[in-house]
Nanobody, 124 residues
Framework: VQLQASGGGLVQPGGSLRLSCEAS????????IGWVRQAPGKEREGVSC????????YYFDSVKGRFNISIDNAKNTVDLQMNSLKPEDTAVYYC??????????????????WGQGTLVTVSS
């Protein structure tokens, strides 16, 4: 499956941005879809995931209470609504599919497919 991410851009601290990921080719290759980000000079870290089959969500600690992930199975899209953005949210965000529930692991060993990445910059 090819994952097409969109929606990145420049936003001021405290602002909002919505990322979208679409599965071109019609369907996800794995049940769990999510986002991973990589800030300049830092390691990749998980952001959030959602299950296509049961809709259960998972958020990593750094974004809990600020980000919301949703899925539209009819359109094969996953959206990430990012609110109360902070400068430390600045990163390239990658849409991924994961072989297991992200609460157990979200790493290069568990990721099935990667999108091309979209840059989010939070700055005044």
């Amino acid at each position: 499956v090819q994952l097409q991410a969109s929606g990145g851009g420049l936003v001021q601290p405290g602002g909002s941005l919505r990322l979208s990921c679409e599965a071109s080719g019609g369907t996800w290759d794995y049940d769990h879809i999510g986002w991973v980000r990589q800030a300049p000079g830092k390691e990749r870290e998980g952001v959030s995931c959602i299950s296509a089959s049961d809709g259960r969500t998972y958020y990593f600690d750094s974004v809990k209470g600020r980000f919301n992930i949703s899925i539209d199975n009819a359109k094969n899209t996953v959206d990430l609504q990012m609110n109360s953005l902070k400068p430390e949210d600045t990163a390239v965000y990658y849409c991924v599919t994961n072989k297991i529930r992200c609460r157990y692991a979200l790493s290069p060993l568990t990721v099935g497919s990667w999108g091309q990445g979209t840059l989010v910059t939070v700055s005044s």
